[in-house]
């Protein structure tokens, strides 16, 4: 655990927001990281119905508890100031609220703990520590490298444990049943510490090459005073020391695996034989088999010993999920029971990963499955219109490291995203610039390996929203090949099966049925019958980026182009079209792109008079829609 420097009064903060919104936001650190360290804020939905500014500790302490890995915690308190009290009042009020989830939580109390107050006419941030009184602190630092800095120092354990837990209760006393499946319960819990217990840890299947060997940590050793040779293993045994060109993130961390054994039998020291006990039920009785699969996420540095790991994280974790598992199937136990599935996940802006629980007798847009994620993306500030919290997008532990880290050639050269990003101005002078929302890649002509060259050019342009699409979480299909494409197209009936394998052109409409197809996106489609009159639609190609933030395709003749954004004067209708062009067929280069221009602004008619719009050819634009939902 990090050590409690109360000398040491410096706030540092990683998040790359804290939310500040009216209410309380409980800031969220780590035990193993310094003091005053602040990873995230999660706002508090659960308030008192006397009091709307006070939290409902006990709601909020359920839901955090499921929420947050192990290895994480709540480290103090946010909350916007008011007019009638101080700064410093504010600060005490954040910092009890936090000392009273912390207790609630079973989290230590000796803990220093950070009040945050929010100036609501400025907007500035104050903080304070709790140590024998109240203080301000003046330094705070905001880290450049977050992700780094978290990623680079630690490490995930997980632990998946199928259970079936029997539960034998009176046919005429249902209230029986209840109290039997907490019996059970408490019956599996007990078996965590059991002295018979064995945890092995190793890493995950494929993760390194030379993967270390397995450790076997036994529960009768926890706590021994003396060391053994697996007591003295730190979480770095099975971490890598090759950081070069490392991505940190939680997806890319450094993975161990656990996993749970129970000895049912032992060496004796004479021979006995089975015994089995019959006790007679007293009247009429019904079985009951609830299976739970619990999914255990928790983080720790490298530094911390593995059997600390195992006896301070990995096994209150397990008891944590199935005492809220069996919670939330007691309302309905013999009824319609739910069928219950953790998952975890790591929303964009988050250090972190987070922890859901979905009951998967509800369809994904089912209401209730629906009201759910909604409760997650409140307290988590996600927007209320991205599916950033659907099954698709969650977390594979299981999987390699460094398998999240995007789409890749076959010859292992990784495909370029937001090339746009820091190329050269438009040149217009007063003009709003309006662009694609959140990331994408480039894809184009040859690449792959794959020869479209003089025809696929549209093909590569709808590849690249659909990687658009897949990045920001819409979607969990995997960018569409040509033949992919075209097999789509067939399966409609807009074309016939010659079609696939074939070499021939595809257009905006043919883009807007893909898209539906394929991920249920409806598409707006503008038409034009000159490149002249593209300028006269930047207006409305303006809305569409503040709005909708997809990439555009345009088609013309036999050409396509992919739209990023525009750059429009409204009072002398000057504007520029920022163009990623697909017909590039050179690597990965990406100073050879934007100095070729085949990513850069282009005006209608340049200085010298050229057109990039053709006035005697007709102009197609498909808009994609980006779908409302969460």
């Known amino acids: 655990m990090a050590d409690d420097n109360s000398n040491a009064k410096t706030i540092r903060i990683l998040t790359r927001k804290l939310q500040s919104d009216s209410g309380i936001q409980w800031l969220i650190g780590s035990p193993f990281l310094p003091n005053y360290t602040i990873l995230s804020s999660l706002r508090c939905i659960h308030t008192l119905q006397s009091d709307p500014l006070s939290p409902d500790i ?20 946010l909350i916007v100031g008011t007019a009638s009290s101080s700064v410093e009042r504010a600060a005490k009020d954040a910092i009890d609220a936090s000392s009273r989830l912390r207790k609630a939580l079973s989290h230590s109390e ?5 009040g945050a107050v929010v100036d609501p006419s400025s907007g500035g941030l104050s903080f304070f520590v709790s140590n024998s009184v109240i203080e301000l602190v003046t330094t705070v630092v905001y880290e450049e490298q977050p992700d780094k800095y978290v990623w680079e120092r630690g490490c995930i354990l997980y632990c998946e444990l199928p259970i079936k837990l029997p539960v034998i209760y009176p046919a005429k006393e249902l209230k029986g049943a209840e109290s039997m499946l907490t019996h059970a319960t408490e019956a599996v819990i007990a078996k965590f510490r059991d002295s018979k217990t064995t945890y092995v840890l190793e890493t995950p299947d494929g993760s390194t090459a030379e993967a270390p060997h397995a450790v076997v940590i036994r529960n009768r050793d926890l706590d021994l005073s003396t060391e053994t040779n697996a007591s003295s293993l730190l979480c770095s045994h099975f971490c890598s020391e090759d950081n070069n060109h490392k991505s940190y993130s939680a997806e890319n961390a450094d993975k161990i695996q656990v996993s749970f054994l129970l000895a049912t039998s032992g060496a004796t020291l004479k021979p006995a034989a089975p015994v089995a006990e019959y006790i007679p039920a007293a009247g009429e009785a019904k079985l009951l088999v609830v299976d739970y699969k619990l999914k255990v996420i928790c983080f720790a540095t490298k530094d911390i010993r593995l059997t600390d790991a195992v006896s301070k994280l990995i096994i209150p974790g397990l008891v944590d999920q199935l005492h809220t598992m069996k919670n939330m199937t007691l309302p309905n136990l013999l009824s319609q029971r739910p069928k219950l599935h953790p998952y975890h996940f790591n929303p964009p802006r988050f250090l972190h990963p987070i922890i859901a629980i979905y009951d998967s007798l509800y369809g994904e847009t089912e209401m209730k499955q629906v009201e759910v994620r909604r409760s997650l993306h409140s307290r988590l500030g996600l927007p209320s219109d991205q599916p950033l919290l659907r099954i698709a997008n969650a977390m594979n532990l299981s999987n390699a490291k460094d398998s999240a880290s995007g789409n890749t050639l076959k010859k292992g050269i990784s ?11 438009s040149g217009v002078n007063g003009g709003d610039v309006s662009l694609v929302k959140g990331s994408y890649e480039y894809y184009h002509y040859l690449q792959d390996g794959f020869d479209d060259s003089g025809w696929g050019c549209a093909y590569r342009s709808l590849q690249t929203i659909v990687s658009w699409f897949k990045i920001q979480q819409y979607t969990s299909i995997g960018v569409p090949s040509h033949r992919e494409i075209q097999q789509a197209l067939v399966e409609i009936g807009d074309k016939d099966p010659s079609f696939i394998g074939s070499r021939e052109w595809i257009g905006a409409i043919e883009l807007s049925f893909v898209l539906d197809k394929l991920l249920g996106v409806s598409c707006k489609v503008i038409n034009v019958r000159s490149g002249d009159e593209l300028p006269e639609k930047c207006r409305e190609l303006m809305m569409h980026f503040e709005t909708q933030g997809t990439p555009i395709m345009i088609g013309g003749g036999v050409l396509a182009y992919t739209l990023l954004g525009v750059d429009y004067n409204d009072t002398t209708g000057d504007c520029a079209f ?4 697909p017909h590039y067929t050179g690597g990965e280069d990406l100073k050879k792109i934007v100095n070729g221009g085949w990513c850069g602004w282009k005006k209608a008619i340049d200085s010298k008079g050229k057109r990039f719009f053709l006035p005697n050819k007709f102009y197609n634009l498909l808009l994609p829609q980006r779908p409302n939902m969460v």
């Open 110 to 114: 000796n803990q220093s703990l950070v």
């Open 578 to 581: 920022l163009i990623l062009d």
């Open 415 to 425: 495909l370029l995203k937001d090339v746009h990003i820091g190329i050269p101005s």
């Open 58 to 77: 006990n709601k909020e302490a359920d839901d955090i508890r499921v929420l947050l890995p192990r290895g994480f915690e709540v480290i103090g308190a």
